[in-house]
């Protein structure tokens, strides 16, 4: 069974269907039984829905220097 911390690392692989179908399979019965990791879900797919169509000429240079620096250090252990 996937954790929480497992679902939140899984979730773009499992949006672009890059899962294997057993990992693909955890992951859904995780989301079915767990309201945050589903709320998660659902905010990750919103969140696609909502900039999918975004160009990276789309945004100024200002916001682009910010969400570089937002998200610099997001995979990094803490």
Known sequence: ???CADVVKLVTQYMEDEL???DSRSFEEHVAIC???RAFLGQARRTVELTGELKETDLSPEVEAHLLEAFRDW????
């Open 75 to 78: 995979n990094r252990p803490r």
């Open 1 to 3: 069974m996937l954790t």
């Open 20 to 22: 294997s179908p057993d």
């Open 35 to 37: 309201p945050p990791c």
